[in-house]
């Protein structure tokens, strides 16, 4: 069975729209861009169209690469000050010259869309409430939701420890009462832990699940896309191999990508 990221991101969408539409104070979510990267351009022109699609207020900054830290610093600073700015966002990755994480910290923990400021990742760590959850982890949980696919007491393994997905899904895995086993590059043996999950959660960019699975129930998430030697769009998973085994499958694309964009609108709609 195929998890359809496309057709679920639609409806949340929808409901989003519905929530915007009755909010007193509206949203606005600011989007800051540094740099030419083609990759990050597109993605800021997609959440762009999003949030004009459910009705969500954007501004989308563009910075030159050569902004100083300083400067972005009190960009930041004036948004977190800005009554009518509810989201601030600042697409990621940043010039070399700019410490990545001093400009994360510096966003107001109830205007971190991303769910990446310290008081956020920390609040999660410690099972609070965070204002805002990252957009791919939240993401792959309402798509596993939808399915009705059990989280208590599954033995579930993520592939890939970044701060932005493989960290906070960990976490949220946990706190549903998985039993989470985190795999990455120091990882021996990846396919005996990959073939006995019951939920596998892929974000590498490489092709790196392909084996068949043990248990004909097991669910397989691929958040991995990149392109091949062919110049086509791909996942982390062998399809073909891993969909003739698993019992649900998430496609690369339509699977992942198209529900963190809805999981992100999600968050710019919650107004604190
Ligand atoms: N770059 C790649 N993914 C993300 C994301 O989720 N948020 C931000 N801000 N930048 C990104």
């Known amino acids: 069975m195929i998890l359809d990221g496309k057709s679920l991101s639609a409806k949340v969408l929808e409901g989003v729209k519905l929530r915007v539409e009755k909010l007193e104070r509206k949203p606005h979510l600011v989007v800051i861009l540094v740099g030419e990267d083609p990759a990050s351009k597109i993605y800021v022109r997609n959440k762009q169209i999003a949030a004009e699609k459910v009705g969500i207020k ?63 990742v920390g609040k999660l760590a410690i ?14 949980i309402m798509l596993l939701d939808e399915y009705k696919i059990p989280i208590e007491g599954a033995d579930a393994v993520v592939i890939g420890r970044s701060n932005i997905v493989g960290k906070p899904v960990a976490q949220m895995l946990l706190k549903r009462n998985a039993t989470v086993t985190v795999c ?31 248990k004909k129930n097991s669910v397989v998430v691929d958040v991995g896309i990149f392109r091949d030697s062919n110049n086509r769009l791909t996942g982390d998973v062998d399809f073909d191999l891993v969909s003739s085994s698993a019992g649900y499958i998430s496609p690369v694309p339509g699977g992942v990508g198209p529900m963190t964009i809805a999981s992100l609108m999600y968050n710019a709609s919650k107004v604190y």
């Open 58 to 120: 954007s501004t989308v900054l563009e910075l030159p690469n050569s902004v100083t830290e300083e400067e972005l610093l009190n960009k930041v600073e004036y948004y977190n000050n800005d009554p009518d700015v509810t989201g601030i966002l600042v697409q990621l990755p940043l010039p070399k010259h700019i410490d990545k994480n001093k400009v994360t910290m510096a966003i107001s923990p109830k205007k971190d869309v991303d769910g990446f400021t310290p008081e956020n």
């Open 184 to 214: 990455h590059s120091y990882t021996k043996d990846i396919e005996s832990k990959i073939k006995t999950a019951d939920i596998v959660i892929s974000a590498v960019g490489k092709k790196i699940v392909r084996c068949k699975m043990d």
């Open 127 to 140: 099972g609070l409430e965070p204002y805002f959850y990252p957009a791919t982890p939240q993401g792959i």
